[in-house]
């Protein structure tokens, strides 16, 4: 994805508007942790960006500052130029939430009905119901709901005020496939339109099809930011083990395709693209002996980004 050009304070030099948001040196401390530990970041508006994450990473954390239910330790945040509180006041802001807020023996129409009486001006009741694709249902009552169903109701809620942004809190765990499919096709037909939808998932599967752009954070900070190819491409290859007696670090030097190299006593790690052509080398010019070969996965990504970053 081509994101739009940025001056140093984030203010888009193309349109002069200002960042969707605007994260500066972010911190959050609840007591002796560190949820939130210097976390930056500018979402322009128009993008569709998953923040990607293990357990534990910030996200919610983060999430929540944008919204203004928490206030940060340290840093800045603006939505839209302006304090997140002032923003979700303005209606510029809305979100989806995972639980509660439903009351099951409304429909789904009279829920969102209910919902655009609180607000002083909304955005016409069909309309919600047709973009959330909720409108086939807009009969049922809402304890009859699956549980996709009953998000695609929050969503239609959420878009009542015809937000610029709308955040998503890992918006579908507990749905089955079919209603996550359900539920993101109606959220990427709505943001087609240029909304500004910011959602947090732990699943890359999740962000590479949804998002245009993947921020990953780890132990509260951003440890890599792309395309969704991007991003991938830092948790594609293998972990090639071997066992090596002796073994020091200049021995490997031959070693082809290598995207890092471990070795802890008698033992080799290599992480490779093309783990093929590393077994080949360790088992026909090198003493290495058994050899193990394993996918490396999402979460080694973490790990290697994240110590990368400690120790830079
Ligand atoms: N209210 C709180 N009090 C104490 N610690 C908290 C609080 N909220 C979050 N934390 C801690 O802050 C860290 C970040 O949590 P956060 O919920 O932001 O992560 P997350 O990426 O959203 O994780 P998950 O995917 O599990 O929801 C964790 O160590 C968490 O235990």
Request: aromatic share 4%.
């Amino acid at each position: 994805m081509e994101s739009t050009a940025t001056s140093a304070a984030g203010v888009s030099t193309r349109t002069g508007a200002p960042p969707a948001i605007a994260i500066d040196a972010l911190t959050k401390r609840f007591g002796q942790v560190s949820a939130i530990d210097g976390l930056d970041l500018v979402v322009q508006p128009g993008e569709v960006v998953a923040f990607l994450g293990p357990n534990g990473a910030g996200k919610t954390s983060t999430i929540d500052v944008v919204l203004g239910l928490s206030q940060p330790t340290s840093g800045s945040v603006s939505v839209y130029g302006t304090t997140p509180r002032e923003a979700v006041a303005h209606g510029w802001v809305s979100a989806v939430m995972q639980t509660g807020g439903l009351l099951r023996d409304l429909t789904v129409r009279e829920t969102v009905e209910m919902t655009a009486s609180l607000f002083a001006r909304t955005q016409p009741v069909d309309v919600v119901l047709e973009r959330a694709g909720i409108s086939p249902i807009a009969g049922r009552r809402v304890g009859k709901c699956s549980g996709g169903e009953q998000q695609r109701l929050r969503f239609a809620m959420a878009l009542l005020p015809d937000p610029r942004l709308l955040v998503l809190d890992e918006p579908t765990t507990g749905m089955d496939v079919e209603g996550r499919r359900a539920f993101w096709s109606a959220i990427r037909d709505d943001a087609r339109l240029g909304r500004t939808v910011v959602f947090a998932t732990h699943y890359l599967e999740e962000a590479d099809t949804y998002a245009d752009r993947i921020v990953l954070v780890a132990h509260g900070r951003v440890v890599a930011d792309g395309t969704p190819s991007q991003i991938k491409a830092l948790s594609s290859g293998r972990v090639v083990r071997a066992t090596w007696p002796g073994v020091r670090l200049a021995d490997l030097d031959g070693l082809p395709g290598v995207d890092d190299l471990e070795v802890n006593g008698d033992v080799v790690l290599v992480h490779a693209n093309d783990s093929d052509a590393v077994a080949r080398h360790l088992l026909t010019r090198t003493p290495a002996t058994d050899l193990e070969i394993t996918a490396r996965g999402l979460e080694d990504a973490f790990v290697s980004l994240t110590s990368s970053e400690v120790t830079r």
